[in-house]
């Protein structure tokens, strides 16, 4: 379906529906990394995915990956197409419980329109937090985490270039209520293992999956 941004732009939103011999009562709203839009193999793979497991999950793209542009927005454009696809959905829940996150840039600027506010929102879900630029550990991308008083669940490769696993863990400490970290062992920013770790990726991804619904029936059960 498409969401009004503004006067003038629109965004494409893909919904994919949890089976009905399995559903969690969730809907989790998913934003696309910088580099790509939610058609990437990784945000089908991870809908696609998770939907099997019994969530309601909704992709989108950006306004400027809609319109066919590499460059991202300005962050406040991003936070306002963002917080108008959340509104949006709002209205078509059903009763399900209000999850939003992302894949790096995605999941970003999740965390910062909920650390200003979003309704009903039950929690949030990162894949590969961007906690800073590659090699610049010193621009960290965390102060406004703690604003969120809402339960977050990193998933994070243990070497993942914009801030691994255990980078992550001391900032993920502080924060209340406590975030959950799930490590993926030798992962990148996307989850990618060398063969050396013995585990087929497509297994790499479905741990992962069960993870986060596991953790999303534990918050609403």
């Given at each position: ?87 949006a959905v709002g209205n078509k829940l059903n009763g399900n419980k ?53 339960p977050m669940l990193f998933v994070q490769g243990a070497n993942d ?61």
């Amino acid at each position: 379906m498409k969401i009004k941004i503004n006067e003038s732009e629109s965004v494409t939103v893909i919904s994919y529906r949890a089976g009905k011999s399995k559903r969690l009562g969730t809907t989790l709203v998913l934003g696309h990394g910088a580099g790509a839009n939610q058609t990437s193999d990784f945000m089908v793979n991870f809908a696609e995915g998770l939907a099997a497991c019994g969530i309601d999950v909704m992709t989108f793209n950006f306004v400027y990956t809609e319109q066919g542009r590499k460059a991202p927005d300005r962050a406040e454009k991003l936070e306002t197409c963002f917080r108008a696809v959340v509104d949006a959905v709002g209205n078509k829940l059903n009763g399900n419980k209000l999850f939003i996150g992302g894949k790096s840039m995605g999941g970003r600027i999740a965390s910062q329109i909920a650390a200003a506010g979003v309704d009903d929102l039950r929690g949030l879900v990162f894949l590969g937090y961007p906690l800073h630029p590659p090699g610049k550990p010193e621009q960290l991308r965390a102060e406004h985490l703690s604003r969120i008083r809402k339960p977050m669940l990193f998933v994070q490769g243990a070497n993942d270039a914009f801030g691994s696993a255990e980078e992550l863990r001391p900032i993920l400490k502080k924060l209340k209520p406590a975030a959950q970290l799930y490590e993926i062992a030798f992962g990148d920013h996307s989850f990618k293992v060398p063969k050396k770790s013995g585990i087929p990726q497509e297994q790499i991804h479905r741990m992962a999956q069960d993870h986060i619904a596991a953790w999303l029936q534990k918050l609403i059960s």
